[in-house]
């Protein structure tokens, strides 16, 4: 997120989730599952193959530990994706707050809007009333102007 700055207003909202790595789950368990036939069939003795299922157990346990995507929906654009180390309910508790302040920005520009509108449509109201007021006026008086 470094470099990226986002105004309340052109975000629709935000979610942060927990996401696992698939890759590091696939390769811990065809790799355990690997290892496991290899010395199954007698082709690796026990040492190697306490340090496979080693390493293979510890790819398993990295892809689990995973991280917390945070999702940022931007209004008329593709969704941004952000990696969130830590605690997801630290995360959680900030992205509800972040979506309150959204929800808070887009009620008050809405507002704003709302009230341009009636001071717009006000200002034609009148501008409609003085035409309709000239067009009352007579253009040709019954007692012409005396020369001067």
């Known amino acids: 997120m470094l ?3 986002f105004g309340l207003r052109e975000l629709e909202r935000a979610e942060v989730q927990p996401v696992r790595w698939l890759l590091w789950y696939l390769l811990g368990g065809l790799g355990l599952a690997v290892v496991l036939i290899l010395f199954l069939n007698n082709w690796l003795r026990t040492l190697p ?3 496979g299922l080693l390493a293979t157990a510890l790819m398993l346990l ?7 995507r945070l999702r940022l929906w ?8 952000f990696a969130l180390p830590g605690e997801l309910a630290g995360w959680q508790r900030l992205v509800s707050e972040l979506n309150r302040r959204v929800a ?3 009620d008050q520009a809405a507002a ?11 200002e034609q ?7 309709a007021e000239d067009a009352l006026l007579p253009t040709d008086p019954a007692v012409p102007t005396p020369p001067a």
């Open 3 to 5: 470099g990226h700055t």
């Open 62 to 68: 990295y892809g689990h530990r995973g991280t917390n």
């Open 125 to 131: 109201a009148q501008a409609a009333a003085a035409a």
């Open 104 to 106: 808070r920005a887009h």
């Open 74 to 81: 931007l209004l008329g654009r593709e969704a941004v994706h």
């Open 112 to 122: 704003e809007a709302a009230t341009l509108l009636a001071t717009l449509a006000a």
């Open 49 to 51: 193959t306490m340090a």
